[in-house]
């Protein structure tokens, strides 16, 4: 196997991956909370870690991938509220939205998709060990962590102790002993419509607690990989660090503590707290699926990128240069391949995930297959995709190329037709594409031709 690393946010170094279990990976990323249809700046992580786990099967590792949904949270009961429907009702209904929208990313599910509510008892039971072991305290039925009890914390973030705001506002602000301390669990208000019974009476989990228990119930503790984006370094993260190791001991939640930039919108992050956001689906609906992907790897996943329509045209353009590459190549694995580029492209993956470099060399390879002609196989190309969730490419560009002469003449003419406005060619044109067996799907970056199904 090749030696692995990944920037680790608690040392701030690139650090070796050593599993805890040899061969296997234990990958948890911090997925949405559910009060709204998701954004494109919250599908990088879905992105970013589904890779991951892709290159990482590539080398060997048998993975697990964990990506959680919160669906019990202060912010799904305000937009149930605004909205006039059950937290319940709105909760179920964005969860389905959230997988039908990743599920257009064509990167496949995680292995697992916990719920919040649906991880009631594990979060109970690991409160109450907090409480007897002196780290939390019952306060009017609320529980709060006692940060004071747990001297590291603060080291997964580097914080200063007079800059830690836990973002929770003046609430229960007068039943904390220490105002660094955040609730584990939160008694029940009048206006809630979802709460459950516990040692403390009736109410329901706090945000940080939730992914403690979902995390240490599916891989179990020291697992290998925690991940999300940077914006929840803390008090999210550095919360769930706290709180695990200090009902266990010391036992450490993860071993890398690895975090992807932010999505921004000219100076700031895309939120829907600020209200600059693009929604995932919609950008799908104008870029398409390659294209967000391309968009997503051209970044170094530590940084944050920029959005914009340009930067998304870009990447379509890019991966429309790929799948234009790989009508010329031949099918077959050729006497020729290019393996000192393929090996360049999984180091460049080996290290920190370097997905820029990584698709730098494919546009070099690509390069260089052209200067030879018809010599050089397909086989380097697919492989390298593929482990990239970029595989379609390979596959529509060699459809492309067997589509032939008759077809590729009538996507040219209905190009022609629709640019003079006849869409009434246009239109008989593709059903005449369809009857040679083909689709014909438009995009911003042009015509693409797949088999019909």
Known sequence: MRAISLHDTRSGRILALRPRDAGKVGIYACGPTVYGRIHVGNARPFVVFSVLKRFLEHEGHEVTLVINITDVNDKIFD????AGVPSVQLAREMTARYLEDTDRLELGRPDSEPLASETIGPIVALIERLV???HAYAAEGDVYFSVGSWPPYGSLSHQDSASMDQGEGVEGSERKRDPRDFALWKARKADEDAWWESPWGEGRPGWHIECSAMAQELLGLDFDVHGGGSDLVFPHHENEAAQTEAAHDGVALARLWVHNGMVQMGEEKMAKSVGNIRLLHRALDEFGRDALIVYFLAGHYRQPVAFSAERLKEAGARANRIREAARRLVRSPSPVELAALRERFFDALAHDFNTPDALAVIAEWIREANRRGGEV???????????LGLGRLVEAGTEEGEAGERVAELVSRRE???ASRDFTA???LREEIGAAGWEVRDGP???ELVRAP
């Open 132 to 134: 007897e072991r002196g």
């Open 79 to 82: 937009a149930a509220r605004a």
């Open 416 to 418: 022609q037709a629709r």
């Open 377 to 387: 196989g397909d086989a380097d190309l697919r492989e390298m995709l593929g482990v």
């Open 426 to 428: 246009a239109d008989r």
């Open 445 to 447: 970056a042009g015509p």
